[in-house]
């Protein structure tokens, strides 16, 4: 506690283990008298946060306890949000790139719904940042790609062929699944789908608010490039990966 309190720090930081816990009452006791606010439980996969945002180091051993190591905030104090507190800082000295978002709801299961809904949309952005492109959404580059496979296959013959119009059919399972969720008849939505790109409607697309067939990008229905070309990339190595499978062994009991 001396080595710490000699370093400068007055605000320790205590990732939370799985084993046992990470620091006892006797612990708390002694660093409360040396003036030493302390947070424990800090999940692991907050460490790297936490790091990137007070510039600081992750330290394992007191010996490497050094001020070099450190982050620096004006202030450090423990706010109530509701029926729970939490700890803020602010006046972060040369803070890292990072936000944080506080997510808060009446119940447990709109709390989840929201997480996952921004998850989802940072997801989003990533992939945009990644790849500065968007494409029609709304099952319409699946179903426009099986299309160009199908009519492509017609110059082929025997196995690529039947390789390539496998493939095709393939790409019409997100549209059918699309459909489906969307509450339609997926036999018939995909087939008029199929259709309608058949006749040149590069952009017709499930449009799932008015449950039909629209021009998708007059809907302003668009995703990531990245995403579709992400999906049909690890698919096809996946299926590769399957077929280079020529034996398999039954472990005996």
């Known amino acids: 506690i001396k080595a710490i309190k000699k370093a400068g720090c007055n605000v320790l930081l205590i990732q939370k283990s799985i084993l046992r816990d990470a620091v006892n009452d006797l612990a708390l006791h002694f660093l409360g008298k040396m003036k030493i606010l302390t947070v424990k439980d800090i999940e692991r996969d907050e460490v790297e946060f936490i790091c990137k945002t007070l510039r600081c180091r992750p330290i394992a051993s007191v010996d490497h306890f050094v001020a070099e190591n450190l982050g620096q905030a004006d202030l450090v104090e423990e706010v109530q949000t509701g029926a729970s507190k939490c700890v803020k800082m602010t006046g972060i000295t040369n803070p890292g790139n990072t936000v944080s978002i506080l997510v808060r709801s009446s119940n447990k299961l709109l709390l989840d719904e929201a997480d996952r809904s921004l998850h ?134």
């Open 120 to 253: 989802d949309a940072l997801c989003v952005i990533r992939c945009l940042v990644k790849k500065k492109a968007s494409i029609a959404g709304g099952g319409a580059p699946e179903i426009e790609l099986s299309h160009k496979l199908w009519t492509q296959s017609s110059t082929l013959h025997g196995v690529e062929q039947y390789c390539q119009r496998a493939f095709a059919e393939a790409m019409e399972v997100i549209p059918y699944t699309l459909a489906e969720n969307a509450g339609l008849h997926a036999i018939e939505t995909v087939t008029e789908l199929r259709k309608r790109h058949a006749e040149g409607e590069t952009n017709a697309g499930i449009n799932v608010r008015k449950g039909c067939i629209t021009n998708i990008l007059d809907e302003n229905v668009v995703q990531p490039l990245l995403v579709s070309t992400s999906a049909v990339s690890l698919a096809s190595e996946t299926v590769r990966s399957i077929l280079k499978i020529d034996d398999m062994i039954n472990s005996g009991r």
